[in-house]
């Protein structure tokens, strides 16, 4: 293996790390704008999908106390059935149209809550078919390309939830889909060795900076947290929408 690829690996790996367990989410959206630069595009996918599982279990162990399976049932529920066509995307169709949707409406998103002068209106919802819907879009993202956190992220800023509150819904919902989503991939036989070999690199190396990102996030307020995660999410709507485009 070539130095300069060990150190794209190891780059993609401990940034995306340290995103997921800053903000419980981010590292496909960080990692693979990395590794899209020095790897095969077919290597990308299967090899974030399984790095990020790595982060959200370091995540989730860490954070065990703050999150609540009942309460991200109907995002995984419905993220469930979202996979498959996620992944078929990947593997016979031409996903860069759903990143082209996706990047931009992360861009008009934040933009929107970065210059609105007074504190964004939150959304008031009753019942849990919106929680479905956006599980249901999660899964399909998440398939994908381990993209299933932007959308229940940004659901819940609206909703108006804590921090706290937040994780306690999408984490859990995260790593369930990044792990089903590797059982997808298996399935449509992406796994090849070259990702395996990769994935012994990039692991160890994940869980360090999502053990750093954790630390972070222990001592950030909720106001640095919701900043942080705005620009986070502008910064993946850039990458994502110059993925679709180039």
């Known amino acids: 293996m070539e130095p ?3 150190v794209t690996v190891v780059l993609g790996a401990f940034v995306g790390g340290f995103i997921s367990g800053f903000a419980g989410f981010g590292f496909a959206l ?22 990020a599982t790595a982060g959200q279990l370091v995540g989730l162990a860490r954070l065990a106390k703050h999150v609540s ?3 991200a049932w109907p995002l995984i529920s419905a993220g469930i059935l979202g996979i498959p066509l996620g992944t078929m995307l990947v593997a016979y169709g031409a996903p860069e149209l759903v990143k082209l949707i996706v990047g931009l409406f992360l861009i008009i998103y934040t933009l929107w809550q970065f210059m609105a ?7 008031r919802v009753k019942g849990l078919i919106w929680d479905r819907i956006i599980g249901f879009l999660g899964g399909i993202l998440g398939g994908l390309a381990g993209l299933s956190g932007a959308l229940p992220v940004v659901w819940y800023q609206m909703v108006g939830l804590s921090p706290a509150e937040q994780r306690a819904r999408y984490q859990p919902f995260n790593l369930a889909i990044l792990a089903l989503s590797t059982v997808s ?3 449509f036989g992406q796994l090849t ?4 070999r990769l994935s012994l690199l990039s692991m160890p190396v994940v869980v360090i900076g999502a053990l750093l990102g954790l630390w972070m996030f222990e001592r950030v307020t909720a106001r640095g947290f919701k900043r942080a995660v705005l620009t986070l999410l502008f910064i993946s709507g850039c990458m994502i929408l110059t993925q679709a485009l180039v």
């Not at 002068?117 to 959304?123: L, Y």
């Open 117 to 123: 002068r007074r504190s964004v209106p939150q959304i």
């Open 193 to 196: 060795p070259d990702v395996l």
């Open 185 to 187: 991939m298996l399935a």
């Open 69 to 71: 399976w009942p309460k």
């Open 4 to 6: 300069s690829l060990i």
């Open 30 to 51: 960080v990692a693979s704008g990395i590794w899209f630069a020095a790897l095969p595009t077919s290597i990308v996918p299967p090899l974030v999908v399984l790095s």
